[in-house]
């Protein structure tokens, strides 16, 4: 298996309390990782440590991140114990990543979509995140591909977000997730304000397309029906502390 996010031995911390220790997340190349677990144990924050978006104070107090298909660099060197100006510079060095080898699927994607620009545009702006360019005049010849790929008309391009249905929404924005060839999608509740039968269908398109870019997918969910039913590995969190993460 290829490995293409290794997090190892994570621990957060804030004022009150411990929020999140000793978590260790390994995602792989066309393979999906659930991560899983209450309100409180720590989900949001181990997702966006994956990412190197770290917040809290004091913050991170161990562990470490690595993305193999890039590099043997443990982002979390000179981090660990720093304080937030050592995540301020987390934050700025991993923005290059953001969107490009990591990339964000997130819920209730209605109100997550620029409401300003158009479906394409959104995903236009995706597709230039690619670390092999598009070049100009393949990019709607892609965007119809990819609106094609989550089940979406090709008229959806020029339409925005207020003008098309949760579920729509919710494809629009794996369409955009999925637009920059990640190495690892991450798809932070995909199910959120979808009927059961639409939340079925949203999930399994997830792992479809994802499979078929062979990206690994690290999926933060509360059900459990969806996690046994899609999950190559699974990580259950506990709350670590009374003031723990969301």
Same mark, same amino acid.
């Given at each position: ?125 995706? *597709? =230039? ?13 892609? !965007?119809? &591909? $990819? +609106?094609? /790929? @989550? ?34 999608? *991450? =798809? ?13 269908? !949203?999930? &399994? $398109? +997830?792992? /479809? @397309? ?35 993460? =969301?």
């Amino acid at each position: 298996m290829s490995s293409v996010l290794e997090l190892r031995g994570l621990a957060i911390r804030a004022p009150k309390g411990v929020l999140v220790n000793g978590v260790d997340v390994s995602v792989y190349a066309g393979q999906v990782t659930a991560l899983c677990g209450p309100s409180g144990a720590g989900k949001s924050l181990t997702a966006r440590a994956c990412m190197g978006v770290l917040d809290v104070v004091p913050g991170l107090f161990g562990g470490s991140l690595r993305f193999p298909a890039l590099s043997s660099r443990d982002w979390f060197e000179g981090v660990v114990g720093k304080g937030r100006h050592a995540q301020a510079a987390l934050l700025r060095e991993t923005e290059s990543l953001r969107g490009g080898y990591l990339s964000y699927s997130p819920q209730a994607a209605s109100s997550a979509l620029n409401p300003g620009r158009t479906i394409g545009r959104q995903v236009e702006m995706a *597709l =230039a995140r690619r670390e092999t360019p598009v070049a100009k005049a393949d990019v709607g010849a892609h !965007i119809r &591909e $990819l +609106l094609d /790929e @989550v089940g979406l008309q090709p008229y959806v391009a020029s339409s925005l977000p207020g003008e098309l249905s949760g579920g729509m929404c919710q494809r629009a924005a794996l369409a955009i997730a999925i637009a920059p060839d990640p190495r690892v999608l *991450l =798809a932070d509740e995909p199910e959120t304000g979808l009927d059961p039968v639409l939340r079925r269908q !949203i999930v &399994e $398109l +997830l792992v /479809e @397309v994802g499979k078929a870019h062979n990206s690994g997918i690290l999926l933060i969910s509360h059900h459990e029906d969806t996690v046994e039913r899609i999950a190559d590995h699974v990580l259950r969190l506990t709350p670590v502390d009374s003031g723990g993460g =969301a």
